[in-house]
């Protein structure tokens, strides 16, 4: 046979392109079972006897192969002339010398053995090819992981006989300059079912099979022989004495697992890598716990694996996965292994778990009709106490004016106006219902209020209310929808169906930062069903938030407790439009996480621009008489400076430098907040000291209102100094998969969330209501010390 060596070098190198097309041939080659399609590993793999040499060269060195042969032979041929230079530590193994390539000198011993020696027409026999390697020696698993080559068995078998896919024993893990492969070592059984049809003839069969491997020790020998075993077919199945060892074989394999005592989702989300986290139950004494996952074409699971704090009783394991080519998996197939005290393997699992966004402890409740109801009913509650939140009050000073106009219009055009109203929130959340759901079949987390983690649309948001107080002050004028009106209509007319329609959405866009009691509870549950339960849940909170509104249209005997139209009326307006002028401040400042403090600088030098635009267009489009047409040129002219300028010039809006860099926690305050995660939870509980975690946002108003009358004063904050508490803040202004997976692993959509964890590991945490009082923090701090 050709001497070949190969060092993990070569073999990393080769390790990220996809693996070839295999080719169906008579002869099969048999190698387990691997992925072709949508998830990380099923089916059985088939390859040609030729395609196995190949793979021991990079790609782009097989195209040179002949370049390759040649000057192998003549670094082979001064190595029979010359002595050989000392391994150095560490260095990359040196070429084999030709003696030590041959077939016999190859360090492991391969042979057949059948756990039967007579077989019935149309039973099943199981095979076991037996590799003894010698000692710091291996062969590869199944996928060999970033180096290496799987044993190949090429069956010649007699008409009738046919062989499955190999069932693989558990694998160890080498790792050799920072490159980790799957491999086995010592003595081992490679296990493949015979089936022999019913019309086999009787009489003793020959079964022969070429084995071909790759070893691997300081340097790396392919080798191969054939091997065969004789079976004689006859009326009953008898065993035969090497069935013990085919038995003990099978006690090594790994046992099947349910997939719903597995669960693996993304960490975060990425074009080309993503972290994928999986956590179970692992057996009782278990000290330590790894993933061997099957090959791809599409995806490749790196070999390093991370060991993560986790619940009681749970694991779990973070594995990189680089993407190679199509999409991202849905699925993930492999073996978990589970080692106890002086690395003694406990148990080993064949898995093939749903990759989903969804974090442990979160399962998909399907809910009766009863509790179904209950909770639309929450959403529905919660929608209407969103009316009183903070965030919506801008849009009820419009909402009030607006009945003031209707008090003196027309029942018709009043209830008209109204359901318009309710038009607009209703379709506003559905096309929010819409982007979660595309967010979770998309695999990643979706969350209330996710859109102002996004810093376009906090630009664009500012930029719409800013026009909106320009437009309240009087420097412009609105007239949507004013032909479909009479020319001599009232003023509740002139602003139109359209005007009404936008308040519905402009009531929406500004209630999601804000979570309202019975609207948490709701929103947990509604993150966690199907498309059609999400819907209807985001249904029952537009009809309660638009409920008042629609309502007074209807019944105008409660528009008479409202004032008479007058002249307070333009005094109102222009009073209206702080609050909202206000509002655009407070969402100028959420650009600051995204931009820092010279990127708002930017926006606030573009918002000047549009305001500079909106009274040219107000003052000499609008209100004059005279080149209007310049004027509207002048007015578009100094917005688009601004945009070109401040927004893409200057800012770079569409790529924020930010967006990367950690989010620091707050130090201005009372208290000394360090940053969350997961591991610094379970560390301070390893210690025996209470918890506080806030979960918090910039542009959370319920979350500021908190934290400023119930958590950052100070007898908080010497209740933590008096209790040796840890308070950590995870701050959830930016997209943040982990945190969105911790909001929804304690049922929640979306900030604000504080969870106080006893100092006591074993009990369960403390999460406190959407509302905070000082009583409550304080309350629960106690719990926690006890």
């Not at 027409?121 to 590869?140: E, F, I």
């Amino acid at each position: 046979m050709r001497a070949l060596t190969r060092n993990y070098a070569g073999a990393h190198r080769s390790v990220r392109r996809p693996i070839p097309t295999r080719e169906h041939t008579a002869a099969l080659v048999l190698r387990g079972s691997s992925a072709a399609g949508g998830h990380l590993g099923c089916g059985p793999r088939i390859q040609s006897r030729k395609r196995f040499w190949p793979r021991l060269l990079p790609r782009h060195l097989w195209g040179m192969r002949w370049q390759v042969t040649l000057t192998t032979a003549l670094m082979l041929g001064l190595g029979m002339v010359t002595e050989a230079a000392p391994a150095q530590p560490n260095a990359l193994p040196a070429a084999a010398p030709a003696d030590q390539a041959k077939a016999d000198q190859t360090h492991t011993r391969v042979q057949l053995v059948l756990e039967a020696d007579t077989v019935r027409p149309g039973d099943t026999v199981w095979a076991g090819v037996r590799l003894q390697m010698d000692l710091g020696w291996h062969t590869y698993w199944e996928n060999p992981g970033e180096s290496g080559a799987a044993t190949e068995i090429e069956w010649h078998l007699p008409e009738g006989v046919s062989a499955g896919p190999i069932q693989w024993p558990v694998p160890e893990k080498f790792v050799a300059g920072g490159i980790v492969s799957y491999g086995l070592a010592g003595d081992q059984m490679l296990l493949v079912p015979l089936t022999f049809s019913a019309r086999v003839p009787k009489g003793p069969l020959t079964l022969r099979a070429a084995v071909k491997w790759l070893e691997c020790a300081q340097m790396c020998l392919p080798g191969q022989a054939a091997v065969q075993a004789t079976i004689t077919v006859a009326d009953q199945t008898t065993a035969s004495a090497q069935a013990a060892l085919i038995q003990e074989a099978k006690k090594r394999l790994p046992q099947q697992k349910p997939a719903a005592e597995v669960v693996a989702w993304w960490e975060k989300t990425g074009e080309q890598s993503r972290p994928l986290l999986l956590e179970w139950a692992p057996t009782p004494g278990t000290v330590e716990a790894d993933f061997f996952p099957l090959a791809s074409t599409n995806f490749m699971v790196q070999g390093a694996t991370d060991r993560l704090s986790a619940g009681p009783g749970k694991v779990r394991l973070r594995k990189l996965v680089d993407r190679l080519q199509g999409r991202w998996p849905s699925r993930i197939s492999g073996v978990l292994v589970e080692h106890g005290a002086d690395a003694k393997l406990l148990a080993a699992y064949q898995v093939t778990v749903p990759i989903r966004s969804a974090a442990p402890g979160l399962t998909v409740a399907k809910l009766g009709l009863g509790e179904l109801l209950g909770y639309l009913g929450l959403a529905f509650l919660g929608g209407l106490v969103l009316n009183l939140m903070p965030c919506v009050l801008p849009v009820i000073a419009l909402k009030v004016l607006s009945f003031v106009h209707q008090s003196s219009g027309s029942a018709a055009q009043r209830r008209k106006l109204g359901l318009v109203y309710g038009l607009g929130v209703v379709v506003s959340l559905w096309v929010l219902a819409g982007v979660v759901i595309g967010v979770q079949q998309a695999g990643q987390m979706a969350s209330w209020g996710m859109q102002f983690q996004q810093p376009q649309f906090v630009v664009l948001i500012t930029t719409v209310v800013t026009l909106v107080a320009l437009n309240l002050f009087g420097v412009f004028e609105i007239s949507l929808a004013g032909r479909l009106m009479d020319a001599a209509g009232t003023l509740a007319a002139q602003q139109g169906t359209a005007g009404a329609f936008f308040h519905g959405v402009l009531a929406v866009v500004l209630a999601t930062p804000c979570t309202a009691p019975f609207l948490a509870a709701a929103l947990g549950v509604a993150f966690t069903q199907p498309p059609a339960v999400i819907v209807l849940f985001f249904t029952a909170i537009a009809l309660g938030l638009a409920a008042p509104y629609v309502v007074l249209s209807f019944f105008p005997g409660l528009l008479g407790l409202l004032p008479k139209p007058g002249p307070w009326m333009n005094h109102f307006k222009v009073a209206m439009g702080f609050p909202m002028l206000g509002t655009a401040v407070w969402l100028l400042t959420l650009a600051t996480p995204h931009y820092g403090d010279r990127g708002v600088l930017w926006v606030g030098l573009f918002l000047v621009c549009v305001a500079v635009g909106a009274w040219i267009w107000g003052e000499f489009v609008q209100r004059g008489s005279k080149r209007k047409g310049l004027a509207a040129a002048m007015a578009l002219a100094v917005v688009l400076a601004g945009y070109a300028y401040g927004l893409e010039v200057a800012l770079q809006w569409r790529k924020p430098s930010g967006a990367d860099s950690p989010v620091q926690p707050q130090r201005h305050g009372l208290i000394d907040w360090q940053p969350w995660s997961p591991e610094a939870v379970a560390q301070a509980r390893a210690q025996g000291r209470p918890v506080l975690v806030d979960f918090t946002a910039d542009w959370c108003l319920t979350c500021k209102a908190n934290k400023t009358t119930s958590i950052e004063i100070e007898p908080v904050r010497a209740k933590l100094k008096a209790l040796n508490a840890v308070a950590l803040l995870a701050d959830y202004t930016r997209a943040n998969p982990t945190i969105a997976a911790e909001l929804q692993r304690f049922g929640r959509a979306g900030v604000p969330l504080v969870v106080v964890y006893p100092k006591d590991p074993a009990k369960p945490p403390i999460v406190l209501p959407t509302l905070l009082t000082p009583s409550i923090v304080l309350e629960a701090l106690d719990q926690a010390a006890r």
